[in-house]
């Protein structure tokens, strides 16, 4: 009977440390990182190359003209971080999220992206920007000179905490500083004031108006609809108003009222390249959804952790960010071989238990 005892004991600890190796094996598969370095496109490297430039110039303009200076809230001198609160400041923001932004790699993201939603070069595109990340603005605008798409642009002047929030260099300003330096090409298609409702309810009237008459004499068109669907239904006028204008994406950056609607759903649009969505009720649906519906893709650049985790890039860098040289690498796979090793492995394993149950069946 001891011995019988025994040979089971032997049995049970084989089939423990047999279990235990696989376990282990499926737990590094899970956390061990691809290491493969894929040559990419050249338009990627382009945009990066040309967002850099861009915070060049607007970093250089800024200083010269004493204009969002602050060490501490922006140390690498970028321009691109505004005061928390100002006259034109909507909600609260994270300063964290701002800097990541100011990242020439999310010019070749955008590109990546757009290239994945089936742009081509030459395409048409529309984009929408609240003031909230106006480095995510350049970061897009970039991507279509470097792909050489034709940009339709709609602006929103408020800002979230640390955007665009200086009255003095509106998202409007530095659209028109990259414009005079000749990144982009084209004036924006309209200007909204942005805030509660898409018409700066929380801003003073005489802001609401200095607003208006900046827009106006930059000879562009002003939206002021209060009412959502009158909104969406202007914007898209807008966007459309070539005849026969195939547009290919929509890009959506920030959390503007028009662009995104009064429903929760909303809130839960993944960041990034939009590949499934529920929809809310028509009343409630911004531009981000009559977009999805007319089956145009859309990239959603709001939840800056979010897009930093599932795209590989540095949250809230402490070193200034400049683009890769030679590819980009906005995965984070698992590395094939220890997947199919613990495949193979558990496979064995079952082939063991399989004969071990059948031992234990002989009478």
Same mark, same amino acid.
């Given at each position: 009977?001891?011995?019988?005892?025994?040979?089971?004991?032997?049995?049970?600890? #084989?089939?423990? +440390?047999?279990?235990?190796?696989?376990?282990?094996?499926?737990?590094?598969? $899970?956390?061990?990182?691809?290491?493969?370095?894929?040559? $990419?496109?050249?338009?990627?490297?382009?945009?990066?190359? *040309?967002?850099?430039?861009?915070?060049?110039?607007?970093?250089?303009?800024?200083?010269?003209?004493?204009?969002?200076?602050?060490?501490?809230?922006?140390?690498?001198?970028?321009?691109?971080?505004?005061?928390?609160?100002?006259?034109?400041? %909507?909600? +609260?923001?994270?300063?964290?999220?701002?800097? %990541?932004?100011?990242?020439?790699?999310?010019?070749?993201?955008?590109?990546?992206?757009?290239?994945?939603?089936?742009?081509?070069?030459?395409? %048409?595109?529309?984009?929408?920007?609240?003031?909230? #990340?106006?480095?995510?603005?350049?970061?897009?605008?970039?991507?279509?000179?470097?792909?050489?798409?034709?940009?339709?642009?709609?602006?929103?002047?408020?800002?979230?905490?640390?955007?665009? @929030?200086?009255?003095?260099? @509106?998202?409007?300003?530095?659209?028109?500083?990259?414009?005079?330096?000749?990144?982009?090409?084209?004036?924006?298609?309209?200007?909204?004031?942005?805030?509660?409702?898409?018409?700066?309810?929380?801003?003073?009237?005489?802001?609401?108006?200095? *607003?208006?008459?900046?827009?106006?004499?930059?000879?562009?068109?002003?939206?002021?609809?209060?009412?959502?669907?009158?909104?969406?239904?202007?914007?898209?006028?807008?966007?459309? @108003?070539?005849?026969? +204008?195939?547009?290919?994406? #929509?890009?959506?950056?920030?959390?503007?009222?028009?662009?995104?609607?009064?429903?929760?759903?909303?809130?839960?649009?993944?960041?990034?390249?939009?590949?499934?969505?529920?929809?809310?009720?028509?009343?409630?649906?911004?531009?981000? #959804?009559?977009?999805?519906?007319?089956?145009?893709?859309?990239?959603?650049?709001?939840?800056?952790?979010?897009? @930093?985790?599932?795209?590989?890039?540095?949250?809230?860098?402490?070193?200034?960010?400049?683009?890769?040289?030679?590819?980009?690498?906005?995965?984070?796979?698992?590395?094939?071989?220890?997947?199919?090793?613990?495949?193979?492995?558990?496979?064995?394993?079952?082939?063991?238990?399989?004969?071990?149950?059948?031992?234990?069946?002989?009478?």
């Amino acid at each position: 009977m001891m011995n019988l005892l025994n040979h089971f004991n032997r049995k049970n600890k #084989f089939l423990f +440390i047999n279990g235990l190796i696989g376990l282990i094996l499926i737990i590094v598969a $899970s956390y061990i990182p691809e290491n493969k370095q894929t040559f $990419s496109p050249p338009e990627l490297q382009k945009a990066a190359k *040309i967002m850099e430039k861009s915070l060049d110039i607007i970093s250089s303009y800024c200083r010269k003209n004493n204009i969002n200076i602050n060490e501490i809230y922006d140390p690498f001198n970028t321009g691109l971080i505004g005061p928390e609160i100002s006259e034109i400041t %909507t909600t +609260i923001g994270h300063l964290e999220a701002k800097r %990541t932004t100011i990242n020439p790699n999310f010019a070749a993201l955008i590109v990546n992206m757009l290239m994945e939603a089936g742009v081509n070069n030459g395409d %048409t595109i529309a984009i929408a920007c609240s003031g909230s #990340f106006p480095a995510l603005l350049i970061a897009s605008l970039s991507a279509a000179k470097a792909m050489d798409l034709n940009s339709r642009v709609i602006l929103s002047i408020g800002s979230s905490s640390y955007g665009a @929030t200086n009255i003095n260099f @509106t998202l409007l300003d530095i659209y028109n500083l990259i414009l005079d330096n000749n990144i982009v090409d084209s004036k924006p298609i309209a200007v909204s004031p942005g805030g509660k409702n898409d018409v700066g309810e929380e801003f003073d009237e005489d802001i609401v108006k200095k *607003i208006k008459s900046k827009i106006q004499s930059n000879g562009i068109p002003f939206i002021y609809e209060k009412n959502l669907q009158s909104n969406v239904l202007k914007r898209e006028a807008l966007y459309f @108003t070539i005849k026969n +204008i195939d547009i290919k994406a #929509f890009i959506n950056i920030g959390g503007g009222f028009a662009n995104m609607g009064t429903s929760p759903l909303s809130l839960k649009l993944q960041p990034g390249l939009v590949k499934s969505v529920s929809f809310p009720e028509k009343n409630r649906q911004g531009v981000i #959804f009559s977009m999805l519906e007319k089956e145009i893709s859309v990239i959603h650049l709001l939840f800056i952790k979010g897009i @930093t985790q599932k795209y590989n890039l540095t949250w809230d860098p402490v070193s200034k960010p400049k683009f890769k040289n030679n590819y980009y690498n906005f995965t984070n796979l698992a590395s094939p071989v220890i997947p199919i090793l613990s495949m193979l492995y558990l496979i064995y394993f079952s082939l063991i238990l399989i004969r071990y149950n059948k031992l234990n069946n002989i009478k």
